[in-house]
């Protein structure tokens, strides 16, 4: 074992298959993708874009479940190795004093990071029919606070980082509009007690031909020896569409509005057809990843197509050699 890059715990009973021979991509795919079928509950059209954290001895998580009506909600789910889960039927509903806020609209695209002793919940809000970002927090997986918005509408891809920075909370968003956004950049706020948001700082815009039209943070950025490493999606537009695919950039530590290196390929893009055809056709969008310091282990969990869940892997330091060098 060479130089140790993720500043983090050990997580030997992560999902994990080595690289299949032949392949030279820096990410490769779970052989059995997708992890996660649409219909795993009896009311889901499609369980996808979700999040996943090591729980106890497993595997906790929160899923984005569109019902056979289309609404989109949050689910809960447990999981003993992190890729057969136990998803609840019934859609989280959040406890909150002020109905105001509470008032269930939509939720979709959630991300789930632990901070301390509790597990926050971010998702996209639909406040008055506007999305934002919602915030909550459980300790169990059983009971979920919902706390205030973070941010006005309109915004989403609300990212937590994994602990306080210079003692403040601190949140990667993307203000959008109430449609399917044609433009988006990543931002940074910070919180002294998670409620009251500030300090934004701009992180980065599109950039390359694969993420002309928006890019927006993926899972929770992972402490590395280089900087924060955080893989975000990025959208073009083609003659078909918006097509969904993902890359890598590391911000700096004590700072992570200033971004240190970026990739300039995409890691992964909508190629297999459970990635190119579902409800949302050519869509990859990773919302959760864990990670085993040691070893240097990725999984990403991504959404494929907006219908199924997908999981994909890689190594820390060839992660960081492809941003470093591209
Ligand atoms: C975005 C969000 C995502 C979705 C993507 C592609 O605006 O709605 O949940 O995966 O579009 O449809």
């Not at 609404?71 to 002020?98: A, T, Y």
């Not at 979709?108 to 998702?123: L, M, N, S």
């Not at 695919?245 to 893009?269: C, H, M, Q, T």
């Amino acid at each position: 074992m060479g130089k140790q890059f993720i500043i983090g715990p050990e997580l030997p009973n992560m999902p994990w298959q080595d690289r299949p021979a032949g392949c030279n991509d820096v990410i490769w795919r779970y052989e059995r993708n997708p992890v996660i079928p649409r219909d795993l509950i009896p009311s889901s059209n499609s369980i996808f874009n979700s999040a996943v954290v090591p729980f106890e001895n497993g595997f906790a998580g929160v899923f984005r479940c569109d019902t056979k009506s289309r609404q989109m909600e949050v689910h809960k789910g447990l999981s003993e190795d992190g890729i057969n889960w136990n998803i609840d039927p019934k859609r989280i509903e959040f406890i909150c004093e002020d109905d105001n806020i509470g008032k269930f609209n939509y939720a979709y695209d959630p991300r789930v990071c632990k901070i301390e002793d509790k597990y926050y919940v971010t998702w996209c809000n639909g406040y008055h029919g506007y999305p934002t970002i919602g915030v909550a927090y459980t300790y169990d997986f059983n009971e979920f606070y919902q706390m205030e918005n973070a941010f006005l509408p309109f915004n989403r891809n609300g990212v937590l980082f994994p602990r306080k920075i210079h003692g403040k909370y601190a949140m990667l968003s993307r203000p959008s509009d109430n449609g399917h956004t044609p433009f988006g950049d990543i931002f940074y706020s910070e919180s002294p007690d998670m409620i009251h948001w500030g300090h934004h700082r701009h992180v980065m815009s599109p950039n390359k031909p694969w993420e002309s039209t928006k890019i927006g943070a993926g899972p929770i950025p992972i402490e590395t020896t280089e900087g924060w490493l955080l893989f975000y999606h990025g959208v073009l537009t083609s003659c078909n569409g918006f097509v969904y695919s993902f890359g890598a950039a590391l911000l700096d530590i004590d700072e992570p509005w200033k971004v240190l290196y970026r990739g300039s390929n995409y890691l992964l893009s909508p190629q297999r057809l459970y990635e190119c055809v579902g409800d949302v056709p050519n869509v990859t969008f990773p919302t959760a990843a864990l990670c085993d310091a040691p070893t240097g282990r990725i999984a990403i969990y991504y959404g494929a197509a907006d219908t199924v869940t997908c999981l994909a892997f890689a190594q820390v330091e060839e992660i960081i050699d492809f941003i470093k060098s591209n």
